[in-house]
């Protein structure tokens, strides 16, 4: 089996740009797709990007996926920051989830 | 509007049963594989099962395997899981999630999570 593995935390600016990492530890990481879930303090998550780069309805453009088969990473980006940002995110793939990044707003 | 509303958990002692339920509703619900995901308390996000979209085969993470069954109901729009054999190491937030497309694993919409606990 393999591991994703995400920074532990990240933070920036309001209006700001900021990209999250998930390295799939054995494996291509364009073998399955990859998923990213938001999950806000006391919520259940919800899903932000599937299948690598696909947005549920109601998700903005502001958040985007992309996969890097030389990193072997998947990574999310959240531009225009905003205070309701500030969440903890997972990436998914197969059966697998990453441990999740604390995104804090400041 | 696609939902997944869920209802069943509560507490119960080791070596107790539970039943969890996710009805469906604004997708075709028999074209969707369906999965169970856990968190345990201050923990990240657990696969424990899923189910194929009639229901033919089902696959479970090791720790569950033989204690817990999932079961889907195409006709009543209903996924199921019915938990036997509890144990602490169970207590978790249990989530029902749909599958956006053909692969099982790309989740696109999520239920609102039930509470399990389980302690003597």
């Known amino acids: 089996n393999f591991v994703l593995t995400q920074p532990h935390s990240v933070s920036e600016s309001p209006g700001k740009t900021v990209t999250i990492s998930c390295t799939r530890s054995s494996g291509g990481i364009g073998g399955h797709y990859v998923q990213w879930y938001q999950q806000r303090p006391g919520s259940g998550p919800t899903t932000i990007i599937y299948?690598?780069?696909?947005?549920p309805s109601g998700v903005p453009p502001r958040f985007s996926g992309s996969i890097d088969p030389s990193s072997n990473s998947a990574f999310l980006t959240i531009s225009g920051l905003r205070t309701e940002d500030e969440a903890d995110y997972f990436c998914h793939s197969l059966k697998v989830f990453g441990g999740g990044t604390r995104l804090t707003v400041l | 509007e696609v939902q997944l509303v869920q209802s069943g958990g509560g507490s119960v002692q080791p070596g107790g049963s539970l039943r969890l339920s996710c009805a469906g509703s604004?997708?075709?619900?028999?074209?969707?594989?369906m999965s169970w995901v856990r968190q345990a308390p201050g923990r990240g996000l657990e696969w424990v099962a899923n189910i194929k979209t009639d229901g033919s085969e089902a696959y479970y993470v090791d720790s569950v395997r033989g204690r817990f069954i999932v079961s889907r109901d195409n006709t009543k729009n209903l996924l199921s899981l019915q938990m036997s054999s509890l144990t602490v190491e169970d207590t978790a937030v249990y989530y029902c999630?749909?599958?956006?497309?053909?692969?099982?694993?790309?989740?696109?919409?999520w239920g609102q999570g039930t509470v399990v606990t389980v302690s003597s």
């Open positions: 604004g997708f075709i619900f028999g074209s969707r594989w």
């Open positions: 299948e690598d780069k696909e947005r």
């Open positions: 999630a749909k599958s956006g497309s053909w692969d099982p694993d790309a989740f696109d919409v």
